[in-house]
């Protein structure tokens, strides 16, 4: 991870990235937890600016701070960052679910996999979790414009597969539908896709919104070969941000990715 780390902070000083809207000062991410030591790891975009600013754009300080920045660090821009500065960043990615996590949105997608028998929260059956994006951005990811989004992908997308390369992790899963698309697009993958009629979200409008499951395997990742099959489990709403995804199919989901966990790891 060191090496991807220092990829990741080199290439920082690209101004394109600056264009595509991420936090300059904010160090990257390469995880939520430790990667060395999972299994099962989820996968999203990118990471929340929440992670390192509070409601009113400041920057988190003291106890409440999630991630190293520029400042934390003592430093006036990211290609001073020396080896001890990797590994404070690194740490910090391996302490997370142990410090202040942003428990509103890892909460909810832990009893999704807690299914698979891990946790990002337990020290003994680890998960992680990773991001297509491993960079904060001032805004969401649904508030870039394509062309932006087309950006990061080209600049960074192989850090995923960096990152699962040198991993324990055997199963990968997708939160939502744009994760689900834009990993397809990465790999070249085609992920099996199947209707499950309990996932419908309802609408007033008397039109619910279908859902749909995910399943394969990648060994490559933007070029970067795995040397290994990465199980994929995916479903087309996010758990966090999908208007109306009620308990019952939070649990239905939860049933069949414990299902289908099963099946991989038996």
């Given at each position: ?14 101004k ?22 999972s ?58 679910f ?43 990811w ?13 600049l ?43 996932w ?13 499951s ?32 009620t ?20």
């Amino acid at each position: 991870m060191h090496t991807t780390l220092k990829s990741l902070l080199e290439r920082l000083d690209n101004k394109a990235l600056s264009s595509a809207k991420v936090i300059p000062w904010s160090s990257p991410i390469p995880s939520f937890g430790d990667l060395t030591r999972s299994s099962v790891a989820t996968l999203g975009l990118n990471p929340s600016n929440r992670e390192f600013v509070d409601v009113k754009g400041k920057e988190l300080v003291g106890e409440l701070r999630r991630f190293h920045t520029l400042k934390s660090l003592g430093l006036r821009k990211w290609s001073d960052a020396n080896a001890q500065h990797r590994k404070l960043i690194i740490d910090s990615c391996q302490r997370y679910f142990h410090q202040n996590p942003y428990d509103g949105w890892f909460k909810g997608l832990d009893k999704i996999i807690s299914g698979t028998k891990a946790s990002y929260y337990d020290t003994s059956l680890k998960a992680c979790h990773l991001d297509l994006i491993p960079y904060a951005t001032a805004c969401k990811w649904t508030e870039l414009s394509p062309q932006q989004r087309s950006l990061l992908l080209s600049l960074v997308g192989d850090t995923l597969g960096l990152l699962l390369k040198d991993s324990p992790v055997r199963l990968l899963i997708l939160n939502g539908q744009t994760v689900i698309d834009n990993l397809q697009r990465i790999t070249g993958a085609n992920f099996e896709k199947d209707t499950i009629t309990n996932w419908l979200l309802p609408r007033k409008s008397g039109i619910g919104v279908k859902g749909f499951s995910y399943r394969g395997t990648i060994k490559e990742v933007a070029g970067v070969h795995l040397s290994r099959k990465v199980h994929i489990l995916g479903f087309n709403h996010n758990i966090q941000s999908s208007f109306g995804v009620t308990t019952q199919v939070k649990t239905a989901i939860r049933n069949w990715v414990s299902a289908s966990a099963e099946e991989i790891f038996s």
